[in-house]
Protein backbone atom coordinates (compact mmCIF):
# COMPACT_ATOMS: atom_id res chain seq x y z
CA UNK A 1 0.00 0.00 0.00
CA UNK A 2 2.85 2.60 0.71
CA UNK A 3 4.60 1.57 -2.30
CA UNK A 4 1.26 2.49 -4.07
CA UNK A 5 0.99 5.55 -2.38
CA UNK A 6 4.86 6.65 -2.75
CA UNK A 7 4.01 5.87 -6.80
CA UNK A 8 1.04 7.36 -6.69
CA UNK A 9 2.98 10.56 -5.36
CA UNK A 10 6.14 10.90 -7.69
CA UNK A 11 3.26 10.79 -10.88
CA UNK A 12 1.36 13.76 -9.99
CA UNK A 13 4.64 15.34 -9.13
CA UNK A 14 6.28 14.05 -12.41
CA UNK A 15 3.04 15.36 -13.88
CA UNK A 16 3.16 19.36 -12.21
CA UNK A 17 6.85 19.24 -13.87
CA UNK A 18 5.75 18.15 -17.17
CA UNK A 19 3.04 20.53 -16.84
CA UNK A 20 5.62 23.28 -16.35
CA UNK A 21 8.25 22.25 -19.26
CA UNK A 22 4.81 22.88 -21.74
CA UNK A 23 3.89 26.00 -20.25
CA UNK A 24 7.88 26.97 -20.43
CA UNK A 25 7.99 26.02 -24.39
CA UNK A 26 5.12 28.64 -25.05
CA UNK A 27 7.20 31.55 -22.64
CA UNK A 28 9.30 33.88 -24.99
CA UNK A 29 11.23 35.02 -21.54
CA UNK A 30 13.23 32.03 -21.69
CA UNK A 31 16.82 31.49 -23.51
CA UNK A 32 16.49 30.42 -27.30
CA UNK A 33 18.18 27.59 -28.44
CA UNK A 34 21.99 27.43 -27.78
CA UNK A 35 23.60 29.65 -31.00
CA UNK A 36 27.11 27.12 -31.37
CA UNK A 37 29.37 29.59 -33.44
CA UNK A 38 33.29 29.70 -33.82
CA UNK A 39 35.87 32.46 -32.83
CA UNK A 40 37.19 34.44 -35.75
CA UNK A 41 40.40 36.49 -34.74
CA UNK A 42 39.18 37.06 -30.73
CA UNK A 43 35.83 38.23 -32.47
CA UNK A 44 32.11 36.01 -32.17
CA UNK A 45 29.44 37.51 -35.03
CA UNK A 46 25.66 36.53 -33.62
CA UNK A 47 22.85 37.15 -36.16
CA UNK A 48 20.76 39.70 -35.33
CA UNK A 49 17.73 37.83 -36.37
CA UNK A 50 18.22 35.17 -33.24
CA UNK A 51 16.80 38.01 -30.73
CA UNK A 52 13.59 38.32 -33.13
CA UNK A 53 11.50 36.57 -30.39
CA UNK A 54 13.60 37.19 -27.18
CA UNK A 55 15.94 39.38 -25.36
CA UNK A 56 18.44 36.80 -24.39
CA UNK A 57 20.63 34.21 -26.68
CA UNK A 58 22.94 31.91 -24.76
CA UNK A 59 26.25 31.33 -27.22
CA UNK A 60 28.40 28.42 -26.94
CA UNK A 61 31.62 29.19 -29.28
CA UNK A 62 33.66 26.36 -29.69
CA UNK A 63 36.30 25.83 -27.77
CA UNK A 64 35.43 27.69 -25.13
CA UNK A 65 35.03 26.13 -21.80
CA UNK A 66 31.70 28.38 -20.63
CA UNK A 67 28.73 30.03 -22.78
CA UNK A 68 28.04 33.36 -23.18
CA UNK A 69 24.89 35.39 -22.63
CA UNK A 70 24.32 37.68 -24.89
CA UNK A 71 21.48 40.46 -23.97
CA UNK A 72 19.79 42.93 -26.08
CA UNK A 73 19.01 45.98 -23.50
CA UNK A 74 15.95 48.44 -23.80
CA UNK A 75 18.19 50.90 -25.86
CA UNK A 76 19.12 48.43 -28.67
CA UNK A 77 22.34 47.85 -27.35
CA UNK A 78 23.98 44.57 -26.58
CA UNK A 79 25.42 43.12 -23.24
CA UNK A 80 27.38 40.12 -23.08
CA UNK A 81 28.70 37.78 -20.18
CA UNK A 82 30.53 34.87 -19.57
CA UNK A 83 28.81 32.09 -17.80
CA UNK A 84 31.55 31.56 -15.61
CA UNK A 85 30.78 31.77 -11.74
CA UNK A 86 33.32 34.10 -9.80
CA UNK A 87 33.65 32.05 -6.87
CA UNK A 88 34.54 28.53 -7.80
CA UNK A 89 34.86 28.76 -11.66
CA UNK A 90 31.53 26.87 -12.25
CA UNK A 91 29.05 26.87 -15.05
CA UNK A 92 26.54 28.78 -14.88
CA UNK A 93 22.52 27.97 -15.66
CA UNK A 94 20.40 30.94 -17.31
CA UNK A 95 16.84 31.28 -15.71
CA UNK A 96 15.51 34.09 -17.69
CA UNK A 97 15.92 36.92 -15.21
CA UNK A 98 19.87 36.16 -14.43
CA UNK A 99 22.06 33.37 -13.75
CA UNK A 100 22.57 30.73 -10.83
CA UNK A 101 25.31 28.46 -9.88
CA UNK A 102 24.46 24.87 -8.49
CA UNK A 103 27.66 24.27 -6.89
CA UNK A 104 27.39 26.81 -4.12
CA UNK A 105 24.16 28.93 -4.97
CA UNK A 106 25.90 32.30 -6.17
CA UNK A 107 23.02 34.20 -8.46
CA UNK A 108 23.80 36.84 -10.61
CA UNK A 109 21.35 39.36 -12.12
CA UNK A 110 20.69 39.73 -15.71
CA UNK A 111 23.18 42.75 -15.92
CA UNK A 112 25.57 40.14 -14.47
CA UNK A 113 25.99 41.61 -10.77
CA UNK A 114 26.00 39.49 -8.01
CA UNK A 115 22.84 39.55 -5.93
CA UNK A 116 23.48 36.89 -3.75
CA UNK A 117 26.54 35.14 -2.61
CA UNK A 118 29.32 33.75 -2.13
CA UNK A 119 30.94 35.25 -5.17
CA UNK A 120 31.50 39.08 -4.58
CA UNK A 121 32.75 40.04 -7.96
CA UNK A 122 30.37 40.88 -10.74
CA UNK A 123 30.45 38.49 -14.44
CA UNK A 124 33.17 38.98 -16.55
CA UNK A 125 31.62 41.34 -19.95
CA UNK A 126 32.60 41.51 -23.12
CA UNK A 127 32.28 44.42 -25.71
CA UNK A 128 30.17 44.13 -27.75
CA UNK A 129 29.08 46.17 -31.40
CA UNK A 130 26.63 46.01 -34.35
CA UNK A 131 27.77 45.60 -37.89
CA UNK A 132 25.50 45.35 -40.59
CA UNK A 133 23.48 42.23 -39.51
CA UNK A 134 25.29 40.73 -36.44
CA UNK A 135 26.54 41.19 -33.42
CA UNK A 136 30.24 41.20 -32.68
CA UNK A 137 31.90 40.00 -29.72
CA UNK A 138 35.01 40.99 -28.60
CA UNK A 139 36.93 38.31 -26.62
CA UNK A 140 40.03 40.41 -26.10
CA UNK B 1 50.48 18.70 12.91
CA UNK B 2 46.78 20.44 12.85
CA UNK B 3 48.48 23.12 14.20
CA UNK B 4 51.28 23.95 11.59
CA UNK B 5 48.38 23.07 8.68
CA UNK B 6 46.16 26.04 10.64
CA UNK B 7 48.95 28.49 10.49
CA UNK B 8 50.00 27.52 6.64
CA UNK B 9 46.22 28.04 6.16
CA UNK B 10 46.03 31.07 7.96
CA UNK B 11 49.65 32.19 5.83
CA UNK B 12 48.03 31.42 2.46
CA UNK B 13 45.12 33.73 3.24
CA UNK B 14 47.33 36.22 3.95
CA UNK B 15 49.25 36.24 0.99
CA UNK B 16 46.27 35.89 -0.77
CA UNK B 17 44.14 39.04 0.67
CA UNK B 18 47.99 40.98 0.42
CA UNK B 19 47.86 40.06 -3.42
CA UNK B 20 44.36 40.75 -3.50
CA UNK B 21 45.08 44.48 -2.46
CA UNK B 22 47.79 44.78 -4.28
CA UNK B 23 45.71 44.19 -7.13
CA UNK B 24 42.61 46.07 -6.59
CA UNK B 25 44.74 49.48 -5.86
CA UNK B 26 46.28 48.96 -9.60
CA UNK B 27 43.01 47.44 -11.28
CA UNK B 28 40.40 49.29 -9.09
CA UNK B 29 37.39 47.39 -11.17
CA UNK B 30 38.79 43.94 -13.10
CA UNK B 31 35.56 42.07 -13.56
CA UNK B 32 37.40 38.95 -14.94
CA UNK B 33 38.54 38.17 -11.89
CA UNK B 34 37.43 35.10 -9.88
CA UNK B 35 36.87 35.29 -6.56
CA UNK B 36 40.05 33.19 -6.22
CA UNK B 37 42.39 33.48 -8.79
CA UNK B 38 45.09 32.58 -5.92
CA UNK B 39 49.20 33.01 -6.06
CA UNK B 40 49.03 29.13 -6.65
CA UNK B 41 47.02 29.32 -9.89
CA UNK B 42 45.19 26.88 -10.49
CA UNK B 43 43.81 25.92 -7.00
CA UNK B 44 41.19 28.33 -5.08
CA UNK B 45 40.27 28.46 -1.61
CA UNK B 46 36.70 29.49 -0.11
CA UNK B 47 34.66 28.50 3.27
CA UNK B 48 32.33 29.39 5.22
CA UNK B 49 31.11 28.55 8.90
CA UNK B 50 28.69 30.02 11.75
CA UNK B 51 28.06 29.83 15.41
CA UNK B 52 25.41 30.67 18.03
CA UNK B 53 24.10 31.37 20.99
CA UNK B 54 20.98 28.84 21.70
CA UNK B 55 18.41 29.19 24.80
CA UNK B 56 16.27 26.43 25.96
CA UNK B 57 13.72 28.38 27.38
CA UNK B 58 11.48 26.20 29.11
CA UNK B 59 14.61 23.68 30.22
CA UNK B 60 16.28 27.30 31.14
CA UNK B 61 19.20 26.09 29.40
CA UNK B 62 21.30 28.05 27.17
CA UNK B 63 24.63 26.78 25.02
CA UNK B 64 26.95 28.48 22.99
CA UNK B 65 28.64 26.51 19.88
CA UNK B 66 31.15 27.04 17.04
CA UNK B 67 28.66 24.62 14.54
CA UNK B 68 30.58 24.63 12.21
CA UNK B 69 33.63 25.52 9.70
CA UNK B 70 34.22 24.32 6.26
CA UNK B 71 37.26 25.12 4.17
CA UNK B 72 36.49 24.35 0.54
CA UNK B 73 39.41 24.45 -1.69
CA UNK B 74 39.56 23.68 -5.89
CA UNK B 75 42.09 22.57 -7.99
CA UNK B 76 41.72 22.52 -11.97
CA UNK B 77 44.48 20.07 -13.02
CA UNK B 78 42.94 21.35 -16.75
CA UNK B 79 40.15 23.02 -18.39
CA UNK B 80 38.22 19.79 -18.17
CA UNK B 81 39.00 18.37 -15.29
CA UNK B 82 38.95 19.92 -11.84
CA UNK B 83 38.52 18.41 -8.27
CA UNK B 84 36.22 20.20 -5.59
CA UNK B 85 36.78 19.37 -2.06
CA UNK B 86 35.47 20.71 1.26
CA UNK B 87 36.49 19.84 4.27
CA UNK B 88 34.56 20.21 7.64
CA UNK B 89 35.08 20.69 11.36
CA UNK B 90 32.00 20.19 13.47
CA UNK B 91 31.28 21.70 17.14
CA UNK B 92 34.85 23.71 16.52
CA UNK B 93 37.42 20.58 18.25
CA UNK B 94 37.63 17.01 18.30
CA UNK B 95 39.10 15.31 21.58
CA UNK B 96 39.75 11.73 21.56
CA UNK B 97 37.91 9.50 23.74
CA UNK B 98 35.11 12.52 23.64
CA UNK B 99 31.84 13.17 22.34
CA UNK B 100 30.96 15.68 19.88
CA UNK B 101 33.02 17.72 17.29
CA UNK B 102 33.50 16.12 13.90
CA UNK B 103 36.13 16.55 11.04
CA UNK B 104 35.05 15.26 7.54
CA UNK B 105 35.05 15.54 4.01
CA UNK B 106 32.03 16.76 3.08
CA UNK B 107 32.69 16.72 -0.33
CA UNK B 108 35.64 15.45 -2.84
CA UNK B 109 35.06 14.85 -6.13
CA UNK B 110 36.15 15.02 -9.28
CA UNK B 111 34.18 16.98 -11.91
CA UNK B 112 35.04 16.52 -15.82
CA UNK B 113 33.37 18.75 -18.28
CA UNK B 114 31.99 17.07 -21.30
CA UNK B 115 30.82 20.72 -22.64
CA UNK B 116 29.81 24.01 -20.63
CA UNK B 117 26.60 22.70 -19.28
CA UNK B 118 27.17 19.48 -18.94
CA UNK B 119 29.65 17.59 -16.80
CA UNK B 120 30.35 14.26 -14.98
CA UNK B 121 31.00 14.31 -11.16
CA UNK B 122 32.63 11.09 -9.63
CA UNK B 123 33.60 10.70 -5.90
CA UNK B 124 32.29 11.87 -2.59
CA UNK B 125 29.51 14.16 -3.44
CA UNK B 126 25.83 15.78 -2.40
CA UNK B 127 23.20 14.52 -4.83
CA UNK B 128 20.78 16.98 -5.70
CA UNK B 129 17.97 16.34 -2.79
CA UNK B 130 15.89 19.42 -1.18
CA UNK B 131 16.95 23.05 -1.22
CA UNK B 132 19.80 22.76 1.39
CA UNK B 133 21.92 20.45 -0.56
CA UNK B 134 23.34 23.17 -2.73
CA UNK B 135 21.81 26.09 -1.09
CA UNK B 136 23.65 25.99 2.59
CA UNK B 137 25.54 28.50 3.35
CA UNK B 138 24.51 30.00 6.43
CA UNK B 139 24.67 33.81 4.29
CA UNK B 140 22.11 32.13 2.02
CA UNK B 141 19.72 30.03 4.97
CA UNK B 142 17.02 31.88 7.41
CA UNK B 143 17.84 31.60 10.99
CA UNK B 144 20.36 30.11 13.07
CA UNK B 145 19.38 26.45 12.29
CA UNK B 146 19.00 24.72 9.25
CA UNK B 147 15.45 23.88 8.91
CA UNK B 148 13.92 20.63 10.66
CA UNK B 149 12.65 19.14 7.52
CA UNK B 150 16.01 19.06 5.76
CA UNK B 151 18.08 17.76 8.45
CA UNK B 152 15.64 15.14 9.99
CA UNK B 153 13.55 14.02 7.08
CA UNK B 154 15.90 15.17 4.34
CA UNK B 155 19.31 14.56 6.00
CA UNK B 156 21.35 17.91 5.00
CA UNK B 157 24.43 17.89 3.06
CA UNK B 158 23.72 13.92 2.39
CA UNK B 159 26.65 12.81 0.65
CA UNK B 160 27.88 9.31 -0.32
CA UNK B 161 30.57 8.07 -3.00
CA UNK B 162 29.28 7.54 -6.30
CA UNK B 163 29.50 8.81 -9.88
CA UNK B 164 27.07 11.16 -11.81
CA UNK B 165 25.83 13.42 -14.76
CA UNK B 166 24.45 17.13 -14.23
CA UNK B 167 23.29 19.06 -17.20
CA UNK B 168 21.04 21.84 -18.65
CA UNK B 169 18.62 21.08 -21.74
CA UNK B 170 19.69 23.07 -24.74
CA UNK B 171 15.62 24.03 -25.71
CA UNK B 172 13.82 24.27 -22.54
CA UNK B 173 15.42 26.19 -18.76
CA UNK B 174 15.89 22.72 -17.19
CA UNK B 175 18.23 21.42 -15.87
CA UNK B 176 19.08 17.95 -14.37
CA UNK B 177 21.16 15.20 -12.47
CA UNK B 178 20.95 11.64 -12.11
CA UNK B 179 23.74 9.92 -10.24
CA UNK B 180 24.33 6.29 -8.66
CA UNK B 181 26.07 6.11 -5.26
CA UNK B 182 26.42 3.79 -2.77
CA UNK B 183 23.49 2.91 -0.34
CA UNK B 184 22.05 3.06 3.28
CA UNK B 185 22.75 0.97 5.61
CA UNK B 186 19.39 -0.31 7.34
CA UNK B 187 21.00 -1.72 10.44
CA UNK B 188 22.63 1.74 11.30
CA UNK B 189 18.89 3.06 11.68
CA UNK B 190 18.30 4.78 14.72
CA UNK B 191 14.86 5.65 16.41
CA UNK B 192 13.93 8.94 16.06
CA UNK B 193 16.49 9.96 13.27
CA UNK B 194 15.00 9.05 10.15
CA UNK B 195 17.63 7.50 8.04
CA UNK B 196 20.13 10.00 9.40
CA UNK B 197 22.22 7.65 10.51
CA UNK B 198 22.49 4.85 7.63
CA UNK B 199 24.61 7.04 5.77
CA UNK B 200 28.38 6.19 5.22
CA UNK B 201 29.28 9.82 3.75
CA UNK B 202 32.20 8.36 2.14
CA UNK B 203 33.78 5.97 5.42
CA UNK B 204 34.06 1.83 3.96
CA UNK B 205 30.25 2.10 2.55
CA UNK B 206 29.15 -1.32 1.81
CA UNK B 207 29.14 -1.22 -2.02
CA UNK B 208 26.83 -4.72 -2.36
CA UNK B 209 23.85 -2.42 -2.44
CA UNK B 210 23.36 0.71 -4.09
CA UNK B 211 21.20 3.82 -4.89
CA UNK B 212 20.04 6.08 -7.99
CA UNK B 213 18.68 9.69 -7.84
CA UNK B 214 17.84 11.95 -10.10
CA UNK B 215 16.70 15.76 -10.25
CA UNK B 216 14.75 17.98 -12.67
CA UNK B 217 14.84 21.51 -11.86
CA UNK B 218 13.08 24.05 -13.89
CA UNK B 219 13.10 28.02 -14.21
CA UNK B 220 10.87 30.19 -15.24
CA UNK B 221 10.86 34.05 -14.20
CA UNK B 222 11.41 34.42 -10.68
CA UNK B 223 10.34 30.76 -10.09
CA UNK B 224 12.16 27.61 -9.76
CA UNK B 225 11.28 24.20 -9.12
CA UNK B 226 12.57 20.75 -8.49
CA UNK B 227 11.51 17.33 -7.92
CA UNK B 228 13.99 14.71 -7.29
CA UNK B 229 13.58 11.40 -6.06
CA UNK B 230 16.07 8.29 -4.56
CA UNK B 231 15.78 4.81 -4.70
CA UNK B 232 18.39 2.08 -2.85
CA UNK B 233 18.92 -0.63 -0.94
CA UNK B 234 19.71 -0.28 2.09
CA UNK B 235 21.23 -3.91 3.03
CA UNK B 236 25.21 -4.79 2.07
CA UNK B 237 25.82 -8.23 3.37
CA UNK B 238 26.33 -10.63 2.05
CA UNK B 239 23.58 -13.32 0.92
CA UNK B 240 24.54 -15.68 3.64
CA UNK B 241 24.23 -13.34 6.23
CA UNK B 242 21.08 -11.76 5.02
CA UNK B 243 19.24 -14.66 4.68
CA UNK B 244 19.76 -15.57 8.06
CA UNK B 245 18.62 -12.27 9.19
CA UNK B 246 15.56 -12.65 6.80
CA UNK B 247 16.09 -9.59 4.89
CA UNK B 248 16.64 -8.85 0.74
CA UNK B 249 19.90 -8.33 0.15
CA UNK B 250 21.44 -7.37 -3.47
CA UNK B 251 21.91 -3.55 -5.17
CA UNK B 252 18.05 -2.34 -4.39
CA UNK B 253 17.38 -4.95 -1.66
CA UNK B 254 15.27 -3.74 1.08
CA UNK B 255 14.62 -0.52 -0.85
CA UNK B 256 14.44 3.23 0.83
CA UNK B 257 12.27 5.37 -1.86
CA UNK B 258 12.69 9.29 -1.13
CA UNK B 259 10.34 12.27 -3.15
CA UNK B 260 10.56 15.62 -2.68
CA UNK B 261 9.26 18.59 -4.52
CA UNK B 262 9.94 22.34 -3.78
CA UNK B 263 9.27 25.75 -5.21
CA UNK B 264 11.22 28.54 -4.77
CA UNK B 265 10.44 32.41 -5.75
CA UNK B 266 12.71 36.02 -5.31
CA UNK B 267 11.81 39.05 -7.02
CA UNK B 268 12.17 42.66 -5.68
CA UNK B 269 13.16 42.14 -2.10
CA UNK B 270 10.54 39.35 -1.69
CA UNK B 271 10.94 35.60 -1.57
CA UNK B 272 9.39 32.42 -0.89
CA UNK B 273 9.97 28.65 -0.66
CA UNK B 274 7.52 25.87 -0.27
CA UNK B 275 9.37 21.74 0.47
CA UNK B 276 7.61 18.92 0.38
CA UNK B 277 9.31 15.18 1.15
CA UNK B 278 8.41 12.12 1.70
CA UNK B 279 10.72 9.04 2.65
CA UNK B 280 9.09 5.22 2.08
CA UNK B 281 10.28 2.54 3.60
CA UNK B 282 8.38 -0.47 2.52
CA UNK B 283 10.06 -3.19 4.05
CA UNK B 284 10.64 -1.47 7.61
CA UNK B 285 8.67 -4.58 9.76
CA UNK B 286 11.58 -7.24 8.42
CA UNK B 287 14.56 -4.64 9.65
CA UNK B 288 12.32 -3.99 12.36
CA UNK B 289 12.88 -7.66 13.23
CA UNK B 290 16.30 -7.72 12.13
CA UNK B 291 17.96 -5.18 13.97
CA UNK B 292 14.88 -3.56 16.65
CA UNK B 293 15.39 -0.29 15.79
CA UNK B 294 11.80 0.68 15.43
CA UNK B 295 12.43 2.01 11.42
CA UNK B 296 9.30 3.12 10.29
CA UNK B 297 7.67 2.58 7.00
CA UNK B 298 7.02 6.20 5.95
CA UNK B 299 8.40 10.00 6.95
CA UNK B 300 7.09 12.93 5.91
CA UNK B 301 8.01 16.84 6.22
CA UNK B 302 7.50 19.77 4.66
CA UNK B 303 7.73 23.72 4.83
CA UNK B 304 6.95 27.08 3.75
CA UNK B 305 8.74 30.24 4.48
CA UNK B 306 8.33 33.87 3.15
CA UNK B 307 11.00 36.35 3.73
CA UNK B 308 11.92 40.37 2.71
CA UNK B 309 14.44 42.06 2.16
CA UNK B 310 13.90 45.57 3.32
CA UNK B 311 16.82 46.97 1.73
CA UNK B 312 15.86 45.42 -1.71
CA UNK B 313 14.72 48.37 -3.25
CA UNK B 314 17.19 51.01 -1.77
CA UNK B 315 19.96 52.01 -3.76
CA UNK B 316 22.43 53.24 -0.79
CA UNK B 317 21.58 50.20 1.37
CA UNK B 318 22.00 47.96 -1.85
CA UNK B 319 25.14 46.11 -0.50
CA UNK B 320 24.01 45.24 2.71
CA UNK B 321 20.65 43.20 3.85
CA UNK B 322 17.94 43.20 6.12
CA UNK B 323 15.96 40.09 6.13
CA UNK B 324 12.99 39.02 8.27
CA UNK B 325 11.34 35.63 7.94
CA UNK B 326 8.91 33.29 8.59
CA UNK B 327 9.08 29.59 8.13
CA UNK B 328 6.31 27.04 9.33
CA UNK B 329 7.56 23.33 8.91
CA UNK B 330 5.83 20.14 9.85
CA UNK B 331 7.05 16.95 9.90
CA UNK B 332 6.36 13.03 10.96
CA UNK B 333 9.06 10.94 11.65
CA UNK B 334 7.03 7.64 11.93
CA UNK B 335 3.95 9.03 10.06
CA UNK B 336 3.34 5.02 9.34
CA UNK B 337 4.78 2.25 11.10
CA UNK B 338 4.84 -1.38 10.74
CA UNK B 339 3.28 -3.78 12.66
CA UNK B 340 6.46 -4.46 15.17
CA UNK B 341 7.30 -0.84 15.15
CA UNK B 342 5.90 1.68 18.19
CA UNK B 343 4.64 5.10 17.81
CA UNK B 344 6.12 7.93 19.03
CA UNK B 345 4.34 10.92 19.08
CA UNK B 346 7.47 13.48 20.01
CA UNK B 347 8.56 12.54 16.39
CA UNK B 348 5.29 14.10 15.27
CA UNK B 349 6.23 18.00 15.11
CA UNK B 350 5.54 21.66 14.01
CA UNK B 351 7.99 24.44 14.25
CA UNK B 352 7.11 28.01 13.61
CA UNK B 353 10.62 30.02 13.06
CA UNK B 354 10.69 34.13 12.62
CA UNK B 355 13.90 36.58 13.10
CA UNK B 356 15.86 38.30 11.05
CA UNK B 357 19.06 37.88 9.13
CA UNK B 358 21.41 41.23 9.03
CA UNK B 359 24.24 41.27 6.34
CA UNK B 360 26.55 44.11 6.84
CA UNK B 361 28.34 42.62 3.56
CA UNK B 362 27.01 40.03 1.30
CA UNK B 363 29.15 37.32 2.83
CA UNK B 364 28.41 38.02 6.33
CA UNK B 365 25.47 37.15 8.39
CA UNK B 366 24.62 38.57 11.58
CA UNK B 367 20.85 35.88 12.62
CA UNK B 368 18.47 36.50 15.60
CA UNK B 369 15.33 33.66 15.89
CA UNK B 370 12.40 32.28 17.70
CA UNK B 371 11.74 28.73 16.78
CA UNK B 372 8.45 27.57 18.37
CA UNK B 373 8.13 23.90 19.10
CA UNK B 374 5.21 21.70 19.50
CA UNK B 375 5.51 18.00 19.57
CA UNK B 376 3.00 14.96 20.87
CA UNK B 377 3.33 12.99 23.90
CA UNK B 378 5.97 11.15 24.52
CA UNK B 379 5.17 7.54 24.45
CA UNK B 380 5.80 5.61 28.05
CA UNK B 381 6.17 2.40 26.03
CA UNK B 382 9.28 4.04 24.60
CA UNK B 383 10.30 5.20 28.18
CA UNK B 384 13.09 2.47 29.17
CA UNK B 385 15.04 2.94 32.76
CA UNK B 386 14.25 6.83 32.81
CA UNK B 387 16.84 9.18 34.41
CA UNK B 388 15.43 10.80 37.32
CA UNK B 389 17.46 13.50 36.87
CA UNK B 390 16.57 13.72 33.27
CA UNK B 391 14.91 17.18 31.82
CA UNK B 392 11.13 16.87 31.98
CA UNK B 393 9.86 16.62 28.31
CA UNK B 394 7.62 19.37 27.35
CA UNK B 395 5.03 19.15 24.01
CA UNK B 396 5.53 23.45 23.70
CA UNK B 397 8.73 24.84 23.88
CA UNK B 398 10.75 27.54 22.10
CA UNK B 399 14.13 28.00 21.57
CA UNK B 400 16.15 31.56 21.16
CA UNK B 401 19.42 31.59 18.74
CA UNK B 402 22.02 34.64 18.03
CA UNK B 403 24.56 33.95 15.77
CA UNK B 404 26.93 34.57 12.83
CA UNK B 405 27.95 33.05 10.08
CA UNK B 406 30.34 33.74 6.74
CA UNK B 407 30.35 32.36 3.55
CA UNK B 408 33.56 33.64 1.19
Redesign the interface.
Known amino acids: MQRRAFIKSGCVLALATGCGVVLSSVSGCSPGIIYKTGIIENKIAVPLTLFSNGKLQIIRPAGMQFDIALRKEDDTTYSSFLMRCTHAENQLLSTGTGFTCALHGSVFNADGSVTKGPAEYPLKKYRTEVIEENIIIHLN | MFKSLITTVILICFIQDTASAQQNQSLPID ?6 SSILGRT ?1 F ?1 G ?1 GNAFYSRDNKNEYASVNLERFVL ?1 V ?1 H ?1 FN ?2 I ?1 L ?1 SELEVEDAKVEGGKEGGEIALEQFYLKF ?1 L ?3 T ?1 LVAGLFIP ?1 IGILS ?2 H ?1 P ?2 IFGNERNQVETKVLPATWREIGAGI ?1 G ?1 L ?6 FSACIVNGLNSENFEHGTGIREGRAEGRTASANNLAIQGS ?1 Q ?5 F ?2 Q ?1 S ?1 YYGGTVGLVPREADSLQLTSGAFGTPV ?1 I ?1 E ?1 NIQY ?1 SKGFSGKILGA ?1 I ?1 I ?1 EASDINRAYANNTP ?2 ETGGYIEVAYNFFANNVKLKSKALHAFVRYETLNLNS ?1 IPGNGIIDHTLDQQHIVTGINYLPN ?2 VVVKMDVRFQHTGNQNPDLLINPSPTAPKYYTDNSFFNLGIGV ?2
Request: no cysteine; proline share 7%; net charge positive.
Open positions: SSRTQFTGYLTKNKTFDNPSYREDLTQYKNRLPISVYYKGNKAIGMTAFMSPETNPNAF
